[in-house]
Protein backbone atom coordinates (compact mmCIF):
# COMPACT_ATOMS: atom_id res chain seq x y z
CA UNK A 1 0.00 0.00 0.00
CA UNK A 2 0.98 3.43 -1.06
CA UNK A 3 2.06 5.61 1.71
CA UNK A 4 3.09 9.35 1.84
CA UNK A 5 6.43 8.39 2.47
CA UNK A 6 6.73 6.13 0.40
CA UNK A 7 4.86 8.31 -3.34
CA UNK A 8 7.82 11.20 -1.46
CA UNK A 9 10.68 8.69 -1.99
CA UNK A 10 9.52 8.00 -5.12
CA UNK A 11 8.78 11.65 -6.00
CA UNK A 12 13.14 12.53 -5.63
CA UNK A 13 13.70 9.34 -7.57
CA UNK A 14 11.46 10.44 -10.16
CA UNK A 15 13.27 14.20 -10.25
CA UNK A 16 16.50 12.56 -10.17
CA UNK A 17 16.24 9.84 -13.40
CA UNK A 18 14.52 13.07 -14.77
CA UNK A 19 11.18 11.10 -15.84
CA UNK A 20 7.61 11.27 -14.33
CA UNK A 21 5.94 7.74 -14.61
CA UNK A 22 2.15 7.82 -16.00
CA UNK A 23 2.39 4.25 -14.56
CA UNK A 24 3.61 4.63 -10.87
CA UNK A 25 3.03 0.76 -10.13
CA UNK A 26 5.30 0.45 -13.29
CA UNK A 27 8.09 2.00 -11.64
CA UNK A 28 7.40 0.50 -8.22
CA UNK A 29 7.55 -3.04 -10.07
CA UNK A 30 11.06 -1.93 -11.88
CA UNK A 31 12.16 -1.03 -7.50
CA UNK A 32 11.46 -4.44 -6.04
CA UNK A 33 13.76 -7.29 -5.35
CA UNK A 34 12.58 -11.05 -5.83
CA UNK A 35 12.87 -11.30 -2.04
CA UNK A 36 9.81 -8.41 -1.51
CA UNK A 37 7.28 -10.83 -2.99
CA UNK A 38 7.93 -13.37 -0.67
CA UNK A 39 5.40 -11.15 1.91
CA UNK A 40 3.93 -8.74 -0.32
CA UNK A 41 2.59 -10.69 -3.15
CA UNK A 42 3.62 -9.17 -6.66
CA UNK A 43 6.00 -8.91 -9.61
CA UNK A 44 9.03 -8.76 -8.91
CA UNK A 45 11.75 -6.41 -11.41
CA UNK A 46 12.95 -10.00 -13.29
CA UNK A 47 11.29 -9.12 -15.94
CA UNK A 48 11.38 -5.93 -16.72
CA UNK A 49 15.63 -5.99 -15.71
CA UNK A 50 15.65 -8.82 -19.11
CA UNK A 51 14.21 -5.97 -21.02
CA UNK A 52 15.92 -3.30 -19.76
CA UNK A 53 19.76 -4.83 -20.98
CA UNK A 54 18.45 -5.15 -24.33
CA UNK A 55 17.58 -1.56 -24.11
CA UNK A 56 20.68 -0.30 -22.38
CA UNK A 57 22.41 -2.19 -24.93
CA UNK A 58 20.81 -1.30 -27.80
CA UNK A 59 21.28 2.81 -26.19
CA UNK A 60 24.87 2.38 -25.32
CA UNK A 61 25.99 0.57 -28.48
CA UNK A 62 24.91 3.47 -30.90
CA UNK A 63 25.69 6.35 -28.63
CA UNK A 64 29.38 4.80 -29.16
CA UNK A 65 28.98 4.04 -32.60
CA UNK A 66 27.80 7.70 -33.65
CA UNK A 67 30.59 8.79 -31.15
CA UNK A 68 33.69 6.58 -32.83
CA UNK A 69 32.86 6.46 -36.62
CA UNK A 70 36.75 5.21 -36.96
CA UNK A 71 36.86 2.64 -34.56
CA UNK A 72 36.41 -1.16 -35.56
CA UNK A 73 34.15 -4.04 -34.11
CA UNK A 74 36.19 -5.16 -31.28
CA UNK A 75 37.16 -1.43 -29.95
CA UNK A 76 33.52 -0.49 -29.53
CA UNK A 77 32.38 -4.04 -28.46
CA UNK A 78 35.27 -3.44 -25.14
CA UNK A 79 33.85 0.09 -25.05
CA UNK A 80 30.39 -0.82 -24.72
CA UNK A 81 31.56 -3.43 -22.23
CA UNK A 82 33.15 -1.18 -19.75
CA UNK A 83 30.19 1.14 -19.84
CA UNK A 84 27.72 -1.58 -19.50
CA UNK A 85 28.92 -3.94 -16.83
CA UNK A 86 28.33 -4.10 -13.49
CA UNK A 87 30.61 -2.35 -11.91
CA UNK A 88 29.61 0.72 -13.77
CA UNK A 89 25.87 0.24 -13.42
CA UNK A 90 26.31 -0.12 -10.16
CA UNK A 91 28.38 3.30 -9.50
CA UNK A 92 25.13 4.85 -11.91
CA UNK A 93 22.19 3.40 -9.75
CA UNK A 94 24.10 5.10 -6.72
CA UNK A 95 24.46 8.17 -7.90
CA UNK A 96 20.77 8.41 -9.27
CA UNK A 97 19.84 7.18 -5.55
CA UNK A 98 17.99 3.90 -6.98
CA UNK A 99 19.51 2.12 -3.62
CA UNK A 100 17.17 4.76 -1.72
CA UNK A 101 13.70 3.96 -3.21
CA UNK A 102 14.36 -0.24 -3.71
CA UNK A 103 11.35 -2.21 -1.77
CA UNK A 104 13.32 -4.89 0.34
CA UNK A 105 11.97 -8.10 2.48
CA UNK A 106 13.12 -6.86 5.98
CA UNK A 107 15.81 -9.52 6.06
CA UNK A 108 17.54 -8.68 2.84
CA UNK A 109 17.29 -5.24 3.96
CA UNK A 110 18.83 -5.98 6.91
CA UNK A 111 21.58 -8.43 5.55
CA UNK A 112 22.34 -5.13 3.28
CA UNK A 113 20.74 -5.90 0.16
CA UNK A 114 20.72 -2.39 -0.56
CA UNK A 115 24.13 -1.97 -1.25
CA UNK A 116 24.59 -5.20 -2.80
CA UNK A 117 26.36 -5.12 -6.16
CA UNK A 118 23.79 -7.50 -8.08
CA UNK A 119 20.43 -6.25 -6.23
CA UNK A 120 21.70 -2.59 -7.84
CA UNK A 121 22.63 -4.01 -11.29
CA UNK A 122 19.37 -5.51 -11.37
CA UNK A 123 17.09 -2.29 -10.45
CA UNK A 124 18.94 -0.26 -12.74
CA UNK A 125 18.38 -2.51 -15.87
CA UNK A 126 14.62 -2.70 -14.58
CA UNK A 127 14.42 1.06 -14.44
CA UNK A 128 15.43 0.99 -17.97
CA UNK A 129 12.87 -1.24 -19.06
CA UNK A 130 10.37 0.26 -16.80
CA UNK A 131 10.86 3.75 -18.74
CA UNK A 132 11.06 2.32 -21.83
CA UNK A 133 7.55 1.24 -21.69
CA UNK A 134 6.33 4.02 -19.95
CA UNK A 135 7.87 6.75 -23.02
CA UNK A 136 9.54 4.77 -25.27
CA UNK A 137 13.26 4.22 -27.05
CA UNK A 138 13.78 8.21 -27.55
CA UNK A 139 12.90 9.55 -23.99
CA UNK A 140 14.58 6.26 -22.55
CA UNK A 141 17.94 7.47 -25.07
CA UNK A 142 18.08 10.38 -23.78
CA UNK A 143 17.57 10.04 -19.84
CA UNK A 144 20.51 7.06 -20.21
CA UNK A 145 22.85 9.60 -22.32
CA UNK A 146 22.04 12.21 -19.55
CA UNK A 147 22.62 9.95 -16.76
CA UNK A 148 25.70 8.95 -18.29
CA UNK A 149 27.40 12.78 -19.50
CA UNK A 150 30.23 12.60 -22.04
CA UNK A 151 31.42 9.12 -22.84
CA UNK A 152 35.04 10.01 -23.30
CA UNK A 153 34.90 11.21 -19.68
CA UNK A 154 33.40 7.75 -18.32
CA UNK A 155 35.27 6.02 -20.60
CA UNK A 156 38.55 7.74 -19.47
CA UNK A 157 37.90 7.22 -15.74
CA UNK A 158 37.05 3.48 -16.38
CA UNK A 159 38.38 1.93 -19.53
CA UNK A 160 42.33 2.50 -19.08
CA UNK A 161 42.14 1.07 -15.57
CA UNK A 162 40.17 -1.77 -16.01
CA UNK A 163 42.04 -2.69 -18.83
CA UNK A 164 44.84 -1.44 -19.27
CA UNK A 165 45.68 -4.29 -21.86
CA UNK A 166 43.19 -3.63 -24.24
CA UNK A 167 43.90 -0.44 -24.20
CA UNK A 168 47.49 -0.49 -25.33
CA UNK A 169 46.56 -3.39 -27.82
CA UNK A 170 44.04 -0.65 -29.34
CA UNK A 171 47.17 1.89 -29.59
CA UNK A 172 49.36 -0.79 -30.86
CA UNK A 173 47.13 -2.99 -33.48
CA UNK A 174 46.41 -0.38 -35.90
CA UNK A 175 50.10 0.47 -37.15
CA UNK A 176 51.84 -2.87 -36.17
CA UNK A 177 49.71 -5.93 -36.27
CA UNK A 178 48.49 -8.30 -33.65
CA UNK A 179 51.72 -9.33 -32.99
CA UNK A 180 53.45 -6.44 -31.91
CA UNK A 181 53.10 -6.94 -27.45
CA UNK A 182 54.68 -10.07 -26.12
CA UNK A 183 54.75 -10.94 -22.34
CA UNK A 184 56.99 -12.81 -20.87
CA UNK A 185 57.27 -14.52 -17.32
CA UNK A 186 60.61 -13.24 -16.39
CA UNK A 187 60.84 -14.74 -12.90
CA UNK A 188 58.34 -16.25 -10.08
CA UNK A 189 59.41 -16.02 -6.35
CA UNK A 190 57.43 -17.45 -3.26
CA UNK A 191 56.30 -20.34 -1.65
CA UNK A 192 53.48 -21.49 -3.35
CA UNK A 193 50.71 -19.74 -1.66
CA UNK A 194 52.10 -16.47 -2.22
CA UNK A 195 53.86 -16.28 -5.25
CA UNK A 196 54.83 -12.91 -7.09
CA UNK A 197 55.23 -12.84 -10.72
CA UNK A 198 57.09 -10.46 -12.76
CA UNK A 199 56.45 -9.90 -16.36
CA UNK A 200 58.60 -8.17 -18.95
CA UNK A 201 56.70 -7.06 -21.69
CA UNK A 202 57.93 -6.31 -25.36
CA UNK A 203 57.32 -4.11 -28.79
CA UNK A 204 58.59 -5.12 -31.52
CA UNK A 205 61.04 -7.66 -29.74
CA UNK A 206 62.60 -4.71 -26.85
CA UNK A 207 61.31 -4.55 -23.60
CA UNK A 208 59.20 -0.98 -22.76
CA UNK A 209 57.76 -2.24 -18.99
CA UNK A 210 58.37 -4.62 -16.17
CA UNK A 211 54.96 -5.43 -13.85
CA UNK A 212 54.32 -7.30 -11.22
CA UNK A 213 51.84 -8.98 -9.28
CA UNK A 214 50.45 -12.21 -7.27
CA UNK A 215 49.09 -13.69 -10.53
CA UNK A 216 50.26 -13.83 -14.12
CA UNK A 217 47.32 -11.68 -14.88
CA UNK A 218 47.96 -8.90 -12.38
CA UNK A 219 51.72 -8.31 -13.24
CA UNK A 220 50.59 -8.11 -17.37
CA UNK A 221 47.98 -5.79 -16.24
CA UNK A 222 50.72 -3.69 -14.23
CA UNK A 223 53.33 -4.25 -17.30
CA UNK A 224 50.68 -2.50 -19.98
CA UNK A 225 50.05 -0.10 -17.61
CA UNK A 226 53.58 0.93 -16.69
CA UNK A 227 53.69 0.96 -20.68
CA UNK A 228 50.56 3.10 -21.24
CA UNK A 229 51.91 5.62 -18.63
CA UNK A 230 55.35 6.56 -21.03
CA UNK A 231 53.87 5.70 -24.20
CA UNK A 232 55.45 6.32 -26.65
CA UNK A 233 58.33 4.17 -25.67
CA UNK A 234 61.41 6.09 -26.61
Not at 120 to 136: H, K, P, S
Not at 156 to 181: F, S, T
Amino acid sequence: MSTPEREKILDELEQRLGHRFSSRTLLEESLTHPSHTQFQPGPSNQRLEFLGDAVLQLVVSTALYDAFPEEREGVLSRRRSVLTNGVFLVKVALELGIDRALRLSPSEDAGGGRTRASTLEDAFEAVVGALYIDAGIETVRTLILRWYGPLDARLGMHEHHDNPKGRLQELVQPVHGNDALRYELHRTEGAPHDRSFDIHLHFLGRKIAEGQGSSKKEAEENAARAALANWPPA
